[in-house]
């Protein structure tokens, strides 16, 4: 009879606790050290353009994103003598353990995925992901940030061709507006 009545008085310990148990959230997830590579972006950039013999001028702002775990950026600017915006959200992905990355801009109706890593050697993240080429077909598309100082950023992109090989699309040079 003891041992029922102690098999009872747990079983209604369980029942008491686990709606208690049940509603409480999960951790929150913490920004780690990739997160505050990241923050290297933040503020307000001029940007300089440059695609073949083109050149135009642009602004580029980031701000801190949700939970210190994303940076979302705001581009402005010109392409082809025409208006040009685009927003980017930007994160790192622990589980992947990469570098994540969402972009939308007024030139495209899909957005483009792309993933990749950070060699701290050359102070490049390069990242990786499929979008619309200029025949309109699904391309590779190959990104490349690279910290020239504090200051100081240089992004190019380039496609891969049909034979496999990079070809250059544009660069752009970051200045920060202090």
Same mark, same amino acid.
């Given at each position: 009879?003891?041992?029922?009545?102690?098999?009872?008085?747990?079983?209604?310990?369980?029942?008491?606790?686990?709606?208690?148990?049940?509603?409480?959230?999960?951790?929150?997830?913490?920004?780690?050290?990739?997160?505050?590579?990241?923050?290297?972006?933040?503020?307000?950039?001029?940007?300089?353009?440059?695609?073949?013999?083109?050149?135009?001028?642009?602004?580029?702002?980031?701000?801190?994103?949700?939970?210190?775990?994303?940076?979302?950026?705001?581009?402005?600017?010109?392409?082809?003598?025409?208006?040009?915006?685009?927003?980017?959200?930007?994160?790192?992905?622990?589980?992947?353990?990469?570098?994540?990355?969402?972009?939308?801009?007024?030139?495209?109706?899909?957005?483009?995925?792309?993933?990749? *890593?950070?060699? &701290?050697?050359?102070? =490049? !993240?390069?990242?990786?992901?499929?979008? /619309? %080429? @200029? #025949? +309109? $077909?699904?391309?590779?598309?190959?990104?490349? *940030?690279?910290? &020239?100082?504090?200051? =100081? !950023?240089?992004?190019?992109?380039?496609? /891969? %061709? @049909? #034979? +496999? $090989?990079?070809?250059?699309?544009?660069?752009?040079?970051?200045?920060?507006?202090?």
């Amino acid at each position: 009879m003891t041992s029922l009545r102690l098999c009872l008085a747990g079983v209604a310990a369980l029942v008491l606790l686990a709606p208690a148990t049940a509603q409480q959230p999960p951790p929150s997830p913490k920004p780690g050290p990739e997160n505050e590579l990241l923050k290297q972006f933040l503020g307000t950039w001029d940007c300089t353009v440059k695609m073949g013999p083109m050149q135009s001028k642009g602004k580029a702002v980031y701000k801190d994103g949700p939970g210190g775990l994303w940076i979302l950026s705001n581009f402005t600017g010109e392409f082809a003598g025409q208006p040009f915006s685009g927003h980017g959200i930007d994160g790192y992905d622990p589980a992947k353990k990469k570098y994540v990355s969402v972009w939308i801009d007024s030139m495209d109706t899909a957005p483009m995925l792309s993933e990749g *890593t950070y060699d &701290k050697a050359t102070k =490049t !993240l390069t990242m990786q992901g499929e979008a /619309k %080429g @200029p #025949d +309109g $077909k699904p391309a590779t598309h190959i990104m490349k *940030t690279q910290w &020239k100082d504090k200051d =100081t !950023l240089l992004f190019s992109m380039s496609m /891969k %061709g @049909p #034979d +496999g $090989k990079e070809q250059p699309v544009m660069t752009i040079d970051y200045k920060r507006v202090k």
